[in-house]
Nanobody, 114 residues
Framework: QVQLVESGGGLVQPGGSLRLSCTSS????????MGWYRQAPGKQRELVAT???????NYAEIVKDRFTISKDKVKNTLYLQMNNLKPEDTAVYYC????????WGQGTQVTVSS
């Protein structure tokens, strides 16, 4: 059973930055890659960004050029650097391990508000 623990969420003003972390209990990086999703109140969970074991990345259009996904193989940690945050980025952010069976973290709240 893979365990994922997210951290780094919080309250930030518009235009600010946050870095989310997701630490995995795996001894090596997920063979099928990992990603970040988010879910705003009353909305469906949506894809934010993904990264493969070979560092290929993919982003939702609405966060491209503002968010950066990365990983630290030594620390078995996934990151999401979020810059120029907007109120519409407010959501619970979840990390996911795509290797079967998929595993989700518990989520971390990000609130962008003045």
């Amino acid at each position: 059973q893979v365990q994922l623990v997210e951290s780094g969420g919080g309250l930030v003003q518009p235009g600010g930055s946050l870095r989310l972390s997701c630490t995995s209990s795996r001894s090596t990086f997920s063979p099928n890659g990992m990603g970040w999703y988010r879910q705003a109140p009353g909305k469906q969970r949506e894809l934010v960004a993904t990264i493969t074991s070979h560092d290929f990345t993919n982003y939702a259009e609405i966060v491209k050029d503002r968010f950066t996904i990365s990983k630290d193989k030594v620390k078995n940690t996934l990151y999401l650097q979020m810059n120029n945050l907007k109120p519409e980025d407010t959501a619970v952010y979840y990390c996911i391990d795509y290797t079967y069976p998929r595993h989700w973290g518990q989520g971390t709240q990000v609130t962008v508000s003045s």
